[in-house]
């Protein structure tokens, strides 16, 4: 959604004070954060204060990771956990959006999958690696499976949420005009639902960012966290930190397009333009 422009007060006006604090654009603050973190980071290095083995100054982090770019290295090892995490994420978003729309639309789904939903999200995923292992094997599938199970619950508690957070005035609207049931959930509920579940696709894409690199560490040769791992191992720690930085920028990376997909998405804009309308009254214009 757009950022609304502060009115600016008239002169001799009284100030209004009911923005409800209304966020407004600051993008010179992260920025400015982001350069203070990398100059008081890079002083420390310069100074003595952080051992280059231990910590390496941004410079020798920046050096290594052009150094992974032009040599090639390091894109084998990102395209094959950006693989990982496609696929994983997309069985798992498809499965959860299944089921945690069907828990926010029948009752009988959501007397069973909040129980169950409750008992299970809590377990650290990665732990059950080693079970995956057995069951799939060291390979491939069994990587996928650990992202996709933890893609599996966010996914559905923010599906059920949007679903059960929808106006029930705009749903008994519909059900008065006569509006088939499939109808209503695809015209009404999905639109207004949409926001919600958006925004649960920023939380599951950073889970499996998460968890492609810890199931990278175990039984992976290439990839972003095998890439890490060795390089701890080797004592390289620019390269090491070089691979955080990567996974930081690949973070944000899908962080700023998700926000920009939610931005673009407005949930009363089905009601204003007149889709409700058109739905509950077909014959009307």
């Known amino acids: 959604m757009s950022e609304r422009p502060t009115p600016t007060p008239a002169p001799g006006a009284i100030r209004f004070r009911g923005g409800g604090f209304e966020p407004s654009g600051r993008r010179w603050a992260s920025w400015l954060a982001f350069a203070l973190i990398v100059a008081l980071w890079q002083a420390s290095s310069s100074l003595g204060l952080l051992s280059p083995v231990a910590m390496p100054s941004p410079a020798a982090v920046v050096k290594a990771l052009y150094d992974l770019a032009a040599s090639g290295k390091i894109w084998n090892h990102v395209g094959q956990s950006l693989g990982r995490i496609g696929l994983g994420w997309l069985i798992g978003t498809t499965a959860g959006l299944a089921v945690g729309l069907a828990m926010g639309v029948f009752s009988v789904a959501r007397a069973i999958g909040i129980p169950v939903t409750a008992a299970l999200f809590p377990i650290p995923k990665i732990a059950l690696l080693p079970l995956f292992i057995l069951w799939f094997g060291i390979g491939e599938s069994s ?13 559905v508690i923010s599906a059920y949420s949007a679903v059960d957070n929808v106006s029930r005035a705009l749903i008994r609207m519909g059900q008065s005009f006569g509006v088939p049931a499939h109808a209503i959930v695809a015209k009404i509920i999905l639109p207004g639902a949409m926001p919600g579940i958006l ?87």
Not at 143 to 155: D, E, H, Q, Y
């Open 143 to 155: 990587k996928v499976a650990t992202i996709a199970l933890g893609v599996f619950f966010p996914t």
């Open 199 to 285: 925004a649960g696709f920023r939380i599951s894409s950073s889970i499996a960012l998460i968890l492609v690199v810890a199931a990278e560490m175990i039984g992976a040769e290439y990839g972003i966290g095998a890439f890490i791992l060795a390089a701890g191992n080797l004592m390289q720690t620019d390269q090491l930190v070089a691979g955080v930085v990567l996974l930081s920028i690949l973070g944000l990376a899908i962080s700023v397009e998700d926000a920009s997909i939610l931005n673009n998405v407005d949930p009363d804009e089905t009601v204003r333009s007149g889709q409700l309308l058109k739905v509950v009254r077909p014959g009307r214009r």
